[in-house]
């Protein structure tokens, strides 16, 4: 079989490794049957939200670089499916495997379609129900007319025959990302640029990327400021990894947050070492809340829902929506250990790959 797999943002290459990593060890004790190609699509360009993740992730580099950048929704999406084209013409595949829910997985599940080449979605069947987040389009899109579906949860597969697709078609594996995850606990790596005033073990992590938080000044800042007030009350610190969307609002706020520490976007194995050692997470990232379940940090989701039920009905997550005004009440439970233990979903095991790799060979 000859396969291209695609990466285009963040946390694509998290899902993306372990399935290299089950492919190549597969052609080192002599099984050939799977060929396969990487193509990044640029869609993240930054040197910490992109090539540093091969490294650290010990992945080769992609095969393909097609470059897109930055851009509008569309500008994006339309400059991948134009340069994807022509990759794929110039290099006849038998399955194109995307990823998640980036503008790269629509746009590259759209152009295989239409030149005729079968596509397999990791993490299909998703959903948050909020038609207003671009990764929603991204997942129905892609959803309603790719060929095969490797999901994360029974859930997900359900909501997949609800609209049309083959069960046959549809394979509950687990979760890449927690592949990914268990892999690599060992060599998490303490972030060098941490004030000595943020004690391991002693601090929250806070990220915040999704519109809805981050792009209206007045709203940003009052969202911080609650949480600022709590962490102050209790003489905790916060570390505030800011996305580079985040970090364009803030740069137009005269004011500062004492308790809350901004830094840089972090490597992925230093932010996995931040997220370990901290005593919770307030997020309004989807991934993140995986991580947090797994490894039994609390975690609050400043959002109104989730395409991720099982982190909550089983894992360590908590929706607070944009009831800003719980935010106290619920850093106070975290800090002061009452948070819920949760679980880890069935199949969340770090075998994913291996299944996914299984009936990649049946197909």
Not at 242 to 257: A, E, I, Q, W
Not at 262 to 288: A, C, N, Q, W
Not at 301 to 308: A, D, G, H, K, P
Request: net charge neutral.
């Amino acid at each position: 079989m000859r396969l291209v797999i695609v990466a285009g943002a963040r946390p694509n290459f998290m899902k993306i490794a372990p399935l290299v990593h089950a492919i190549n060890r597969r052609r080192d004790s002599g099984d050939t049957s799977i060929g396969f190609k990487i193509v990044h699509t640029g869609q993240h360009y930054d040197e910490k939200m992109s090539n540093a993740f091969f490294r650290e992730l010990n992945i080769p580099a992609p095969d393909h670089n097609l470059e897109v950048g930055s851009g509008t929704q569309s500008e994006q999406t339309g400059m991948i499916m134009t340069r994807f084209e022509k990759f794929l013409q110039e290099n006849p595949t038998d399955l194109v495997l995307v990823v998640g829910d980036v503008n790269s997985t629509m746009a590259c599940t759209i152009t295989a379609k239409k030149l005729n080449v079968r596509v397999a979605h990791v993490e299909a069947g998703i959903r948050s129900g909020d038609m207003t987040m671009p990764e929603e389009i991204n997942r129905i899109v892609t959803d309603s007319i790719c060929d095969y579906f490797f999901t994360t949860s029974e859930g997900a597969g359900k909501n997949l025959v609800q609209t049309g697709a083959k069960e046959e078609s549809i394979f509950f594996v687990g979760n890449t990302m927690i592949d990914t995850l268990l892999y690599q606990t060992p060599n998490f790596k303490k972030p060098a640029f941490i004030p000595t005033e943020v004690k391991e073990g002693d601090y929250l992590v806070l990220t915040l990327h999704r519109p809805h938080n981050v792009d209206d000044p007045q709203k940003l800042r009052g969202l911080l400021e609650s949480i600022n007030a709590e962490l102050t009350r209790h003489n905790v610190r916060a570390v505030f990894p800011v996305h580079p969307r985040t970090r364009g609002v803030l740069s137009k706020m005269d004011v500062t947050f004492p308790a809350i520490y901004l830094t840089d976007p972090m490597s992925y194995l230093e932010f996995m070492y931040l997220i370990k050692h901290s005593r919770g997470v307030i997020t309004d990232s989807g991934g993140v809340t995986e991580e947090t379940t797994v490894m039994g940090i609390p975690c609050m989701t400043l959002r109104n829902s989730t395409e991720r039920p099982e982190t909550v009905t089983v894992g360590t997550n908590e929706l607070i929506g944009e009831h800003h005004d719980k935010i106290p009440a619920k850093v106070q439970v975290m800090l002061e250990g009452g948070w819920k233990k949760g679980r880890i979903p069935a199949l969340w095991d770090g075998k994913t790959a291996e299944r996914i790799v299984d009936i990649l060979k049946r197909l």
